[in-house]
């Protein structure tokens, strides 16, 4: 069974950073593409950031293109998601995303496993 479990949430101000880790286990995350989702209150969890299997590409939502990085450590089985220039709008729980279906395309929004998620507060 694959377990993600994310961390680095927290409450920072407008204008700060943040480094969100995802910490795959039971899989082989070399198999895995990796996303990371957000969801505000009231509103529907949506895509933020992907990344292939070795890291080579990645993808993004046009509101965090420039501010957030995605990148992973395939020795050490996560995912991160660097956030600068943070927003009140990017006040969300974050989400990890784990996917194995090799026909599906970075930018695909279909993932198969999901961790529990972690509060990001951006004050104004």
């Known amino acids: 069974q694959v377990q993600l479990v994310e961390s680095g949430g927290g409450l920072v101000q407008a204008g700060g950073s943040l480094r969100l880790s995802c910490a795959a286990s039971?899989?082989?995350?070399?198999?895995?593409?990796m996303g990371w989702f957000r969801q505000a209150p009231g509103k529907e969890r949506e895509f933020v950031a992907a990344v292939t299997r070795n890291g080579g590409s990645t993808y993004y939502v046009d509101s965090v293109k420039g501010r957030f990085t995605i990148s992973r450590d395939n020795a050490k089985n996560t995912v991160y998601l660097q956030m600068s220039s943070l927003k009140p709008e990017d006040t969300a729980v974050y989400y990890c995303?784990?996917?194995?279906?090799?026909?599906?395309?970075?930018?695909?929004?279909?993932?198969?496993?999901w961790g529990q998620g972690t509060q990001v507060t951006v004050s104004s």
């Open positions: 995303a784990a996917d194995r279906n090799p026909l599906r395309v970075l930018s695909s929004t279909a993932y198969e496993y």
């Open positions: 039971g899989g082989t995350f070399t198999m895995f593409r």
